[in-house]
């Protein structure tokens, strides 16, 4: 069975490198293009050889460019299945990842549960994290009450 092709986007040198080397070894995982801005990551990524984008949200300094570049990446494949990483915990940053197109929203403090992560975007599964999932029950939550005044 041929790995999951990941392209992982984080500005961070030595998490990138850490991250990196993690993923790469499991057996099932292999990240085949790594970018540290957003213009990197909009010149490596190409559908046939990505199967899952995992992208950090700040990519320079406090500035959401990772969001605005799943949003170019979705533009160029809609398929495209984004996993944003991040240590924003804010209900509004993770609501903005989800409809930018993220399928997933995972913290850097739970990095161990990314490549369980990476294989249920791969195989289109629904698996948002708990953190997200809240963040999202609380949007849904808002809209409805709104909806209802």
């Known amino acids: 069975m041929e ?4 392209l992982l ?34 010149r490596q990524f190409s559908p046939a050889h990505v199967d899952v984008v995992l992208m950090d949200i700040n990519l320079t300094e406090n500035n959401p460019d990772g969001i605005e570049t799943a ?10 299945k984004i996993i944003m990483l991040t240590s924003l915990t804010a209900e509004d940053v993770i609501v903005e990842s989800f409809s930018a197109g993220a399928v997933n929203y995972i913290s850097k403090t739970s990095f161990k549960e990314i ?21 999202l029950r609380s949007e849904f939550l808002r809209l409805k009450n709104a909806e209802n005044q």
């Open 71 to 80: 949003i170019e990446l979705i533009t160029l494949a809609p398929d495209c």
């Open 115 to 135: 490549p369980d992560a990476i294989r249920a975007a791969h195989l289109r599964q629904s698996a948002i994290h708990p953190t997200a999932a809240a963040a």
């Open 3 to 6: 790995p999951i092709k990941v």
């Open 9 to 42: 986007v984080e500005d961070d040198p030595v998490w990138r490198k850490g991250l990196s080397d993690y993923l790469n070894k499991e057996p099932d995982l292999a990240v085949t293009g790594e970018a540290a801005t957003k213009e990197e990551a909009l």
